[in-house]
């Protein structure tokens, strides 16, 4: 059974930092693209950032120059790096991937239980 598990949310001040994590296991032959999404109260869920297996990264306009996306392959996991947290940034991140389950399931996206991050003072 494939898992995604998420940690390092928490409450942190504006103008302050967090690293999430987010690990991938169970069975599977690889991973494509790994993400972060974000869905605040009363809000769709959005796009934070992505990264393919070969390290090209996307950002969504409102965290650029704020967040850094990395991933270890070897441990099948993604990071993201926020700085200058601001309070509308408060919301619920969710990792996802895009997972290789064969040639007969083919690739699958996967979410993680999500973690809640809070920009307060």
């Known amino acids: 059974q494939v898992q995604l598990v998420e940690s390092g949310g928490g409450l942190v001040q504006p103008g302050g930092s967090l690293r999430l994590s987010c690990v991938a296991s169970?069975?599977?032959?690889?991973?494509?693209?790994m993400g972060w999404y974000r869905q605040a109260p009363g809000k769709q869920r959005e796009l934070v950032a992505s990264?393919?297996?070969?390290?090209?990264?996307n950002y969504a306009d409102s965290v650029k120059g704020r967040a850094t996306i990395s991933r270890d392959n070897a441990k099948n996991t993604v990071y993201l790096q926020m700085d200058s947290l601001k309070p509308e940034d408060t919301a619920v991140y969710y990792c996802?991937?895009?997972?290789?389950?064969?040639?007969?399931?083919?690739?699958?996206?996967?979410w993680g239980q999500g973690t809640q991050v809070t920009v307060s003072s």
């Open positions: 996802n991937a895009d997972l290789n389950k064969g040639f007969v399931s083919g690739h699958v996206a996967y």
């Open positions: 169970g069975r599977f032959f690889g991973i494509n693209v």
């Open positions: 990264i393919t297996s070969g390290g090209s990264t």
